[in-house]
């Protein structure tokens, strides 16, 4: 199986701030990393797909960049919605994996 | 864009078979997705179950394939999920979701279903 790792695994930050969180996959998975976001209770949500596509509806502050083994998310400018956990995930082969997580909380 | 609804019982005893179901709406199941089940333990990481083909087909995650089921009904829309000889690691938020595009990323969620194994 393709293990992901993320840093840091949580972060505090204010609105408005930019924040980064990194992605590391075990083997090379080319440009297949997609990002998501969940809040408690609720069901991920997709982000970007292959590494720096935004997904249709969300708002540009979301980037995403990266290939082979290591990947970053960056949002631009937190708002306070983003407040949430954010996976990392791996469609390039099978068992399809998820990173543990950074919760980005005030 | 489809949307997706998770239905089952919340508790299952040990050892038991644990049944969910996906009502798919708002489009038709064969135009080129799978159609995927994966589960959170409270407080935990997302982890991938196993998807199934409009057609039949199916792939599973190897630690659980030996327990798990994936079906479709294409006339009603919908696929399920069976999980046998269940223990409390079993307990776990369960969400379908649609993997698209040459299967590469999961776009869209059902709101997920809270499932408890006990006694």
Redesign the interface.
């Known amino acids: 199986d393709i293990q992901m790792t993320q840093s840091p695994p949580s972060l505090s930050a204010s609105v408005g701030d930019r924040i980064t969180i990194t992605c590391r996959a075990s083997h090379i998975i080319r440009h297949y990393l997609n990002w998501y976001h969940q809040k408690p209770g609720k069901a991920p949500k997709l982000l970007i797909y292959r590494a720096s596509s935004l997904q249709s509806g969300v708002p540009s502050r979301f980037s995403g960049s990266g290939s082979e083994t290591d990947f970053t998310l960056t949002i631009s400018s937190l708002q306070p919605e983003d407040f949430a956990t954010y996976y990392c995930q791996q469609s390039f082969s099978t068992p399809f994996t998820f990173g543990p997580g950074t919760k980005v909380d005030i | 864009q489809v949307q997706l609804q998770e239905s089952g019982p919340g508790l299952v005893k040990p050892s038991g078979t644990l049944s969910l179901t996906c009502v798919v709406s708002g489009g038709s199941m064969n135009t080129g997705q799978w159609w995927t089940w994966l589960r959170q333990p409270p407080g935990k990481?997302?982890?991938?179950i196993g998807e199934v083909y409009h057609s039949g087909s199916t792939?599973y995650?190897?630690?659980l394939k030996s327990r798990v089921t994936i079906s479709v009904d294409e006339s009603r829309n919908q696929f399920s999920l069976k999980v046998t000889a269940v223990t409390a690691a079993d307990t776990a938020s369960y969400?379908c979701?649609s993997?698209s595009?040459g299967?590469?990323?999961?776009?869209n969620?059902?709101?997920?279903t809270l499932v408890f194994v006990s006694s």
């Open positions: 990481g997302l982890e991938w792939n995650n190897p630690s969400f979701a993997l595009n299967r590469s990323r999961f776009d969620w059902g709101p997920g």
